[in-house]
């Protein structure tokens, strides 16, 4: 899964509308203390369906709307967009009909947030799902966070065959059988 663009407004520090695009290879977030490049991860997390707002740096998930700053008024909304690479069309068949996936979450301050999937709504659940069968998404082995490897060393090893079963892109099967079996 490849993402072309991460478009954030509103979100933590990034108050303006702000669009990074993801050029092919690697890409290295450089800058000083405090400008936002752990927020810009953050943010990628998030819209991919990170929904504890402690992973988040956070003391409420309100927390990620700008919160003032100087004589810039804090905000209501957060926005995070990204845009995914699906001109190899590998996407599950309910999305497999662009070459561009367009994934949104949008909070509002005391309303909770909502998530679209190229502009229509979608659960939570759904893009947990995007993510998971392309064995990425929020809490996945391919975002290694600050400890997260010191914290691989000394887990258990149920926790352990958790994250090898991410690797392996298996967990969104789990999901899905979790989910037909409730039906
Ligand atoms: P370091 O190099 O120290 O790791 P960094 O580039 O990762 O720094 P971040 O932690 O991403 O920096 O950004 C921290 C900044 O984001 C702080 O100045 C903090 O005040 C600001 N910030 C965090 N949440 C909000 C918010 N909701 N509204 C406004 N600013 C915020
Ligand atoms: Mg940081």
Redesign the pocket.
Known sequence: MKFNRLRLIG???F?EASDFIIAPGLTG?V????????????ALRWVMGENSYKNM??SGMD???????GNRP?RNA?EVGLHIDNSDRTAPAAFNDSDEIQVTRRIMREQGSQYRINGKEARAKDVQLLFADASTGARSPSMVGQGRIGELIQAKPQARRQLLEEAAGISGLYSRRHEAELR
Do not use: T, W
């Not at 927390?63 to 700053?69: C, K, N, P, Q, T």
């Open positions: 979100f933590k520090s108050v977030v800058g000083p203390n405090g400008c936002g490049k752990s927020n810009l991860v953050e740096r956070a927390d990620v709307i700008f919160s003032g700053s804090a957060a």
